[in-house]
């Protein structure tokens, strides 16, 4: 099992940045796949970034490409993700994300591709 905890939401001005943090604690952090969703309301959850286990490939929606990058800190079981230029249209919760599988042929963009699941930060980003 792998439990993980999402901080760093909050409120901000469009064109701030802001860094999400997800602290996984339980089985080895290191060998899973990790990844960033994010849910509007009355929209379904959608991918924004995924970064393999060695922390060499990683995969963004086209919606946060240029602007956000995903990244982890093994040793402090972390998982990061640094946003740019926030838009209004980026205000959702976000969620972390892993699977203990490994994906050598693409990082997975599907949420049923993720077994473990945080509980979500908010992030309202006004206009």
């Known amino acids: 099992q792998v439990r993980l905890v999402e901080s760093g939401g909050g409120l901000v001005q469009a064109g701030d940045s802001l860094r999400l943090s997800c602290a996984a604690s339980?089985?080895?952090?290191?060998?899973?796949?990790m990844a960033w969703f994010r849910q509007a309301p009355g929209k379904e959850r959608e991918f924004v970034a995924a970064?393999?286990?060695?922390?060499?490939?990683?995969r963004y929606a086209d919606s946060v490409a240029g602007r956000f990058t995903v990244s982890r800190d093994t040793a402090k079981t972390t998982l990061y993700l640094d946003m740019n230029s926030l838009k209004s249209e980026d205000t959702a919760v976000y969620y972390c994300?892993?699977?203990?599988?490994?994906?050598?042929?693409?990082?997975?963009?599907?949420?049923?591709?993720?077994?473990?699941w945080g509980q979500g930060t908010q992030l309202t980003v006004s206009s």
């Open positions: 339980g089985r080895t952090f290191t060998t899973y796949t």
């Open positions: 994300a892993a699977s203990s599988l490994a994906y050598p042929t693409g990082l997975p963009s599907l949420p049923e591709r993720y077994s473990y």
């Open positions: 970064l393999s286990w060695r922390g060499s490939t990683n």
